[in-house]
């Protein structure tokens, strides 16, 4: 994660490794092992602007769907 930080100034990456944001945002799925994925873009306002919610499977989002939905 910090390598990839390095090459993405301007956005904020984080990690959640004691599941608790993951919780409030409601990806959790009680009682699976890890959190579905989920992508959010989250304006400086605090407003989620966009979101990819993804199955156990990793269905992550393109670097073009996020790179879209910053404005770049």
């Not at 301007?10 to 919780?23: I, K």
């Not at 989920?38 to 670097?63: I, S």
């Amino acid at each position: 994660m910090a390598a990839l930080q390095t090459k993405l100034q301007g956005v904020s990456l984080l990690t959640d490794p004691d599941v608790r944001a993951s919780e409030a945002w409601g990806v959790h799925v009680a009682g699976a092992e890890n959190p579905s994925p989920a992508t959010y873009v989250v304006g400086v306002d605090g407003v989620v602007r966009w979101r990819k919610l993804g199955d156990q499977n990793g269905d992550w989002p393109t670097y073009e769907e996020v790179a879209t939905a910053l404005g770049m």
